[in-house]
């Protein structure tokens, strides 16, 4: 899904769920900026139309790509310690935990392939989940300090 897509797609599951109206949609809109990756989803939340988790939520069902609220899970510190923090800051991303064969890695977002950068530094066996940009750091600086 490229950035119009997107933008177009949350707009239509928040305008169809309540979240926001389309005034704040389309004030928000003039915000988006696909050379700095600032999406409609990141304008709601810096205008404060929705919370950081709402967004993340709502990016979850357009994108069909679950959704972990990372104050809530246990991450393995075994399956962590196999990424260098290096490359966890530069990529917003962490690998948590294995389930069913798989190593489950989250990340902020998914729009700028950033699933093809993943399963090169991680493995092919992979599944991909969105979490929280200040949740994935803090988890992060938690592993690696």
Same mark, same amino acid.
């Given at each position: 899904?490229?950035?119009?897509?997107?933008?177009?797609?949350?707009?239509?599951?928040?305008?169809?769920?309540?979240?926001?109206?389309?005034?704040?949609?389309?004030?928000?809109?003039?915000?988006?900026? /696909?050379?700095?990756?600032? $999406?409609?989803?990141?304008?709601?939340?810096?205008? @404060? *139309? &929705?919370?950081? =988790?709402?967004?993340?939520?709502?990016?979850?069902?357009?994108?069909?790509?679950?959704?972990?609220?990372?104050?809530?899970?246990?991450?393995?510190?075994?399956?962590?310690?196999?990424?260098?923090?290096?490359?966890?800051?530069?990529?917003?991303?962490?690998?948590?935990?294995?389930?069913?064969? /798989?190593?489950?890695?989250? $990340?902020?977002?998914?729009?700028?392939?950033?699933? @093809? *950068? &993943?399963?090169? =530094?991680?493995?092919?066996?992979?599944?991909?989940?969105?979490?929280?940009?200040?949740?994935?750091?803090?988890?992060?600086?938690?592993?690696?300090?």
């Amino acid at each position: 899904m490229n950035f119009e897509e997107f933008n177009k797609k949350y707009a239509e599951q928040i305008l169809a769920d309540g979240s926001a109206t389309q005034e704040q949609i389309d004030e928000c809109m003039v915000l988006t900026d /696909e050379g700095n990756n600032i $999406t409609l989803e990141d304008a709601l939340v810096s205008k @404060e *139309v &929705l919370s950081r =988790v709402s967004a993340k939520l709502i990016t979850s069902r357009v994108v069909g790509i679950g959704f972990i609220d990372l104050f809530t899970y246990e991450v393995d510190p075994l399956v962590a310690m196999k990424a260098d923090k290096a490359t966890c800051l530069m990529y917003c991303c962490l690998p948590i935990g294995k389930m069913f064969g /798989e190593t489950i890695v989250v $990340t902020d977002n998914v729009l700028n392939s950033k699933d @093809e *950068v &993943l399963r090169a =530094v991680f493995g092919q066996n992979i599944d991909i989940k969105l979490a929280v940009k200040d949740e994935i750091k803090a988890q992060i600086k938690k592993q690696f300090n």
